[in-house]
């Protein structure tokens, strides 16, 4: 029986759209590092937007929530090293093939538009 204290992963929700470079770098990290995480679909249900929205304020994705911490709008390349600096994961040279920091290609499904953006002072 060991004395350390077991580290327990945090819980991971990220906001992403279903097909986008800058989602699929953030899903390459998880996959990467073993991270589970809730991925949610900010194109196809727009109460998954809506929720993105009044939690960051603004309407860029991806946005990830890990443990009690807000990235928004974030790049897989930016997780990572944000993970790595806070201890999440530990580095580890070996990646996908997945591009980290690639912008969407297709930009035809625009996020719902009946969004009341409000910004918090």
């Known amino acids: 029986m060991s004395d350390a204290p077991s580290q327990r992963q945090p819980e991971i929700t ?9 989602s699929n770098g ?4 998880f996959q990467k590092y073993g991270l589970p995480y809730d991925d949610r679909d900010i194109i196809n249900n727009p109460s998954n937007f809506h929720e993105m929205v009044r939690l960051t304020g603004q309407r ?10 807000l990235l928004a709008d974030v790049s897989g ?4 090293e944000w993970l790595i600096e806070n ?3 530990e580095p580890i040279e070996e990646g996908s093939e997945t591009p980290l920091d690639r912008g969407c290609a297709d930009h035809s499904a625009p996020p719902p538009s009946d ?3 409000v910004i918090r002072r």
């Open 115 to 117: 969004v009341e953006l």
């Open 26 to 29: 953030v899903r390459a990290v």
């Open 87 to 89: 201890k999440v994961v």
């Open 14 to 22: 990220a906001w992403m759209k279903p097909s986008c470079g800058w």
């Open 60 to 69: 860029f994705q991806p946005c990830v929530l890990v443990g009690e911490s």
């Open 77 to 80: 390349e930016e997780l990572e």
